[in-house]
């Protein structure tokens, strides 16, 4: 299975990873109101690489139209996300959403198109048909599967299984490794790395915090230990992303630097 390979190389630099920012880690309100392309510009002066789109907070059709003309005036990758699980509750290939996402992720240029697993079962969900609807997917799109917030798609044990299946299948689907969804499942961070790091080919970082049973996403906390950090230092040589809450353009670029920085100290080592 492919990893994400680092395509963005400074001079002097031997590896230097793409930060993508994610649309919902902005102003909710704000999002509404003026729609996912008003923060295209902040994502650029950010000093990010890439974005990360959200389907859930598109307010119309036209918003594809608006986001891809602004999107030209920029040096921005663009990555889409999709609420819409690849099986459907039956563990059936949900291929009609599926082409409906492909298409809206070819509307804005994206390269990387992501989707929770959703109910896959290896006794009834069809690799075969998986990978006869992969051949008629554009070169230029990386499908990815994420590890969601639900227990019966977010699991180590159901995803590795697909990781697994993809491989004897030879079905190119690299896992985005979300640092803190695995608290909202009770799964331990520690094991995910170690179970499914290997089909890793992008990471999501945030900071979870449990407290009475309810978990909430925080901004990254810049201490040694912290998950993310030991997401960035095993999983090496993939794209990453923010997607925890930023309270303003110069929080932004805060992280984007913190995150580049611990990149280039992973190149150290």
Known sequence: MRKGNCRFLMKGVT????????????NQEQLKQKGQQSFIESVQESGAEGIEFRRELLRSQRDFMQISQVMKGTTLKAAYSAPVPIWNKEAQLNRQKLQEVLQEASLIDAELVKFPLGHFDEQNSSMEELAFFLRDVSKSISLMVENDQTFYGGNIKTMKRFGEKCEKYQIDIPFVFDSGNWHYVNESFQSALQEIGRFVGYLH????????????????????????????????NVPVAIEFPLESNKKAKHYVELIRKNCQEEVNL
């Not at 590896?15 to 902005?26: G, K």
């Not at 970082?205 to 993310?228: P, R, S």
């Open 15 to 26: 590896s230097l990873r793409e930060v993508y920012i994610t649309l919902n880690s902005f």
């Open 205 to 236: 970082l945030k900071q979870v915090v449990k407290n009475d049973g309810l978990c909430t996403t925080i901004a990254l906390i810049d201490e040694e230990k912290a998950e993310w950090k030991q997401a960035i230092n095993q999983i090496r």
